[in-house]
């Protein structure tokens, strides 16, 4: 088995029939394992009637993304795992040349690849790690200012050409791919990080254990964007922030994280602020 595509489901059941459809298009030995969250819209019979091949996973309870890919991945036995949202969908040859990358670059532990929106523009999907500095030019708004930069625009990387291949820290987990042997290396998602910044600890983890993660522009996956987590859009800017503690707390001491964690409640604050007011406008 090559390739193990593991998708986690929450309430997007109508996008996830057309991201298994772009995967059946692939004529790569492949499983496909699917995780449902508890969606209050998911119809099992419509995946067993036109995906029968798919190993579905049904939770009793919204168990949190982490979690749910960890059930996903411990039943993979493809030599490579392929982290997909449901609201995505493949482009036609993007699962064989995933594949191929990692074939022809050994010293890669993971990869992911060029996210374009329904309207074709290009979803800037890479970041570096969240630094206290790189997420203090965000919070400053010196990366907009500087989008060249890559002093200021480290976190966002928003100097970045997505018609090229290169390494970077941290890709979007909306279509990653990762060797089966890095999650036996250095383990599986921290589930004290159950929606955000688990894929960023991951990455983290896979770098420090001397992985390589790069992006290619050579497969394309068009993908719609936060289809689950704008449903409870309130909630998520707090567990953002919630969990960007977290993992302050698990990769610096002191008094980094001291200012990081000061830096981050204060965002948090600006950007609920910032939402409330909206609401009010819109209403």
Not at 20 to 46: C, G, K, Q, T, Y
């Amino acid at each position: 088995m090559r390739l193990s595509i593991c998708i986690v489901n929450w309430n997007t059941s109508g996008l996830l029939v057309e991201c298994l459809r772009s995967i059946h298009s692939s004529v790569l030995p492949l499983e496909v394992i699917l995780v449902d969250n508890a969606s209050a819209d998911f119809d099992p019979d419509v995946i067993i009637r036109e995906f029968p091949n798919v190993l579905l996973i049904r939770n009793e309870r919204n168990e949190g993304y982490a979690h749910a890919n960890n059930q996903a991945i411990a039943r993979a036995s493809g030599e490579h795992v392929l982290l997909l949202n449901p609201d995505t969908a493949l482009h036609e040859g993007a699962l064989d040349a995933l594949v191929r990358f990692m074939d022809e670059h050994p010293d890669a532990g993971a990869a992911g690849c060029k996210l374009v929106r329904p309207d074709g523009t290009v979803d800037r999907s890479c970041r570096s790690f969240p630094t206290p500095l790189a997420v203090a030019f965000e919070y400053l708004g010196l990366s907009r200012l500087f989008p060249k930069s890559r002093f200021f625009g480290r976190y966002r990387m928003t100097w970045l050409n997505y018609d090229e291949t290169v390494e970077v820290d941290q890709p979007m987990a909306s279509c990653l791919i990762a060797r089966r042997e890095v999650f036996s290396q250095v383990g599986p998602f921290d589930e004290e990080l159950p929606i955000f910044f688990n894929d960023v600890d991951w990455c983290f983890r896979a770098k420090q254990a001397g992985w390589k993660i790069y992006f290619t522009p050579n497969a394309i996956v068009t993908h719609h964007g936060g289809a689950s987590t704008k449903q409870v859009k309130r909630e998520m800017i707090e567990e953002s922030h919630r969990s960007l503690v977290r993992y302050y707390d698990k990769h610096y001491r002191g008094l980094a994280n001291l200012s990081a964690r000061l830096m981050v409640r204060a965002g948090a604050w600006m950007n609920l602020r910032l939402l409330h007011r909206r609401g009010r406008e819109l209403g």
